[in-house]
Each structure stands twice: as C-alpha cells, then as structure tokens.
C-alpha cells in the first residue's frame, strides 16, 4: 500500500505563486511516476504535470508549460508543483498521485489540496 499525503495549497491573487507538496509512502515501486492532477468545480479532473522518480523526466499540459515546474526530492520521497504566474483558471482541487512505471493507470491517490487563485 501507498499513502499519498499533499499540502501547500491555499489562496493567492493572480500572478503570484505557490509551491504543493507531495509525500508518498510505504512500499513504494522501483520505477514509478508521480503526478499533479486537478479538478474545478463543474469539471473533469484533468492531468497537470508528472515526474519519472528514476530518471527525473517530467510532463506537463500545455496550459501550465512555462508557468508550473514539477521536481523530485529522492530522499524524501516527496515531489513539488511550483506554480508560478498563477490565473484564476488554476482554481482547483489538485491531487497527487502515484502509479508504477509501466501501469496504465495512477494506483494511489491523496486527498487533495485547494488552490484558489483571484483575480
């Protein structure tokens, strides 16, 4: 089992940043990747940015290329999501989440964190 826990969210006005946490544990994969997802009120929960834990390669949907950057700290087990330039369309609840390397599909979920951007 994978426990999944986020924080950092919060309120911030357009433009401004913020950095989400991501801790993952338990008996975690060799390969695995780990990845920011979010969800407005009214929408599908849609795919952010994801990060390969073994060779640091990261994703990210175009909406947030060049504003959101995703990292890894190994020894923590714990990745990042720096939002920067930051809209009100960023609204959302983000979720983190963990799948093996070669699964289809994210095994492991956290709870969630708010973001709130106004404008």
């Known amino acids: 089992q994978v426990h999944v826990v986020e924080s950092g969210g919060g309120l911030v006005q357009a433009g401004g940043s913020l950095r989400l946490s991501c801790a993952a544990s338990?008996?975690?994969?060799?390969?695995?990747?780990m990845g920011w997802f979010r969800q407005a009120p009214g929408k599908e929960r849609e795919f952010v940015a994801s990060?390969?834990?073994?060779?640091?390669?990261?994703y990210y949907t175009a909406s947030v290329m060049g504003r959101f950057t995703i990292s890894r700290d190994n020894a923590k087990n714990t990745v990042y999501l720096q939002m920067n330039s930051l809209k009100s369309e960023d609204t959302a609840v983000y979720h983190c989440?963990?799948?093996?390397?070669?699964?289809?599909?994210?095994?492991?979920w956290g709870q969630g964190t708010q973001v709130t951007v106004s404008s």
């Open positions: 989440a963990v799948r093996e390397e070669t699964a289809a599909e994210y095994a492991y």
């Open positions: 338990g008996r975690l994969f060799s390969s695995y990747f």
């Open positions: 990060i390969n834990w073994r060779g640091g390669a990261a």
